[in-house]
């Protein structure tokens, strides 16, 4: 049956641990199908939420799945599937058992719990470890375990706190983007919390940024990082070039703050003239993975930028001297301006 409404829906949701504000008045619509990455510093509420909805901490406000009012009942009854960091599999269980765990809490029939538990040890390509006990798996084997325990009931909407933040780069890269693939291909909705910025561009449909237990902006990646809520939320994504007040008031357009997208900029040495062109000197160099990072001393604007050079874009691909006199080219679209703080 088609589910009716959105797959999660939270209205004015509040945590509070004592004195302290965890989650203050957040609203967050999570439609059918849909990842949602929820990101923020530190301590800004990412997993309280989770918390929330799932029903593991007490909470103000309201929480609904697909029509269903989830804050009026008690967490083993609110049928949505949760993953975190820590795996927690059932040590008494198999391999195979554990994966099967959530399809007999359901009350699945006994063949499409083998079915299932099955396709899905085959999906997680540990078919071959369906009888082994779970202390003999390695901590990715494990993540996948909890991963196929928690879908394999084909929940509507699945919370998943850090799941793979305990892993090596490489395998965290792999498994969030096979986990991405597998929600799409089962229609499940998912909210996910990480710290990984770039985690979240590549697998979310939007982006969900929280800071001191408010949301400041939901948004799909590329409208994020083109066009952030706030001179703050640029920073958090990883802009460099942002000024506010007097610095801004010196750019061009003599915004309140600005933002200079250094992916539609160009820096190259020697002098000319093109739109939005000033005269900028190379300061120093870093290697970054890609090429080299630069920064330019900007006269006319009085202040640096910074600018990521490919080696293809630097004679003989090398980082210039410091002291290279050179252009920076920076056309009217490769600014954001913020003209009022609201």
């Known amino acids: 049956m088609a589910s009716v409404g959105p797959a999660l829906e939270i209205a004015r949701l509040g945590v509070r641990y004592g004195a302290t504000v965890a989650l203050a008045d957040v609203d967050l619509r ?21 918390r929330a909805v799932a029903g593991l901490v007490p909470a103000t406000g309201e929480v609904r799945a697909t029509d269903r009012a989830l804050h009026a009942l008690p967490a083993h009854r609110r049928g949505v599937g949760v993953v975190f960091q820590d795996h927690a599999l059932f040590p008494h269980l198999d391999v195979a058992g554990n994966v099967a765990f959530g399809l007999v809490e359901a009350r699945a029939a006994a063949e499409v719990r083998r079915e299932r538990t099955a396709a899905w040890l085959a999906r997680v390509g540990l078919a071959d470890r369906a009888g082994d006990d779970v202390d003999r798996l390695s901590g990715g084997e494990r993540q996948r375990i909890a991963l196929a325990r928690t879908l394999a009931p084909q929940p509507p909407l699945v919370l998943l706190d850090e799941p793979f933040a305990s892993l090596d780069p490489g395998l965290r890269t792999r498994l969030s983007l096979e986990v991405a693939g597998w929600l799409r291909e089962l229609g499940t909705a998912a909210l996910f919390v990480t710290h990984d910025l770039d985690e979240a561009l590549a ?37 460099e070039n942002v000024w506010e007040g007097d610095e801004a008031a010196r750019l061009p357009g003599a915004p309140t703050a600005a933002l200079l997208l250094a992916e539609r900029a160009r820096w190259r040495p020697g002098t000319g003239a093109a739109e939005g062109a000033v005269p900028a000197t190379h300061v120093a160099a870093s290697p970054v993975r890609d090429g080299w990072r630069l920064e330019l001393e900007v006269p006319a604007w009085g202040t640096r930028v910074r600018w990521t050079a490919r080696p293809r874009e630097l004679p003989g691909g090398d980082a210039p001297g410091a002291g290279t006199a050179g252009i920076l080219e920076a056309p009217d679209e490769a600014w954001f301006r913020w003209t009022g703080r609201g």
Do not use: Y
């Open 203 to 239: 697998i979310a449909d939007r982006i969900a940024v929280l800071r001191a237990g408010r949301l400041v902006q939901v948004a799909a990646p590329h409208e994020l990082m083109a066009r952030p809520a706030d001179p703050w939320t640029a920073r958090f994504v990883g802009h």
């Open 30 to 50: 999570v439609e059918a199908g849909e990842i949602v990455a929820l990101v923020g510093p530190s301590g800004c509420g990412k997993s309280s939420l989770l």
